[in-house]
């Protein structure tokens, strides 16, 4: 089987596509059984689902019919995430970060604030600029919540699951110092560093809570004209480029996510 490492990989399919074929063959599960060990050496030559996800292929081949070989081939390619930042005006416009950075930018559709970075650029987080609150680390595609939001200046927001602070930092920056920002997070260790991210975007107009929602949004009811609710989830979209997002899955994670979001 270990011969035919490189072999596997010249064919059409992922490693990925032949699992999970496998699997639906009559010997399918003894083989796989007996090949469990021999699977994670094969992932150095690409991205491979544990067997644990074999529930997880069913359900988005029930969803994607003819384009799930595209979709399995998708998460087996060694190209690299979008990576990108958002520039914190409260501190700094988008024109000043452009002139201070030593590599480019490229816009992104979802904020006129958010931009993509080459993939080249590492240890973006040790930055002086990042530590004086000037941008924001944040995927550009993650920005489009806020935006969809509509803040306005002199707005009451409440930003329920606010935790790291992306959204939050967001909708501040949107605010401009006007208005007032609530943001909540219902674990207490994350809850701290939401505060972190707060205090070094300079944000003034705003409070952290440490609360459960149900008692948060039964005592401030009515009080804000905007909410943003960024439920927990089961982290399918961070498969590609996270793999802690994968050892954590299962459908035990997914129902328990649905409670936590109803």
């Known amino acids: 089987f270990e011969n035919k490492k490189e072999d596997v990989h010249k064919k059409k ?14 010997i399918g599960w003894v083989l796989l059984s007996y090949f469990r060990s021999k699977i994670s050496g094969l992932r150095k030559g690409g991205k491979i689902f544990h067997l644990l996800f074999l529930s997880f292929l069913d359900k988005m081949k029930a969803l994607l019919g003819d384009e799930f070989d595209d979709f399995l081939k ?5 190209g690299e995430h979008y990576r990108g930042l958002r520039v914190n005006t409260l501190k700094c416009s988008v024109e000043k970060l452009e002139k201070l ?59 329920l699951c606010a935790a790291p602070g992306g959204k939050s930092t967001q909708i501040a920056a949107k605010l401009n110092s006007k208005g007032f920002l ?12 939401l505060l972190s991210n707060i205090e070094r975007m300079g944000i003034r107009n705003a409070t952290v809570s440490n609360a459960y929602p149900e008692v948060l949004c039964d005592r401030l009811a009515g ?18 480029k996270d793999s802690t997002a994968e050892s954590e899955w299962s459908d035990e994670h997914i129902k328990s996510c649905a409670e936590r979001q109803l």
Not at 74 to 78: D, E
Not at 223 to 236: I, N, Q, R, T, Y
Request: charged residues 20%; glycine residues 4%; negative net charge.
């Open 101 to 159: 950075l030593d590599f480019d930018l490229k816009s992104a559709p979802f904020c006129s604030e958010s931009f993509y970075i080459p993939n080249e650029i590492t240890s973006l987080g040790n930055n002086p600029l990042h530590h004086a609150g000037a941008f924001y680390i944040q995927e550009p595609s993650a920005s489009s919540a806020v935006t969809m939001l509509d803040v306005q200046e002199g707005d009451y927001v409440l930003d």
């Open 74 to 78: 998708f998460y087996n390619s060694s």
């Open 182 to 193: 609530w943001s909540n997070e219902i674990v207490k260790n994350r809850a701290n560093i």
């Open 13 to 26: 399919y992922s490693f990925d596509h032949l699992v999970y074929n496998l699997r639906a063959q009559p």
């Open 223 to 240: 009080c804000f004209d905007k909410v943003l609710v960024d439920a927990p989830c089961s982290g399918e979209g961070m498969f590609r």
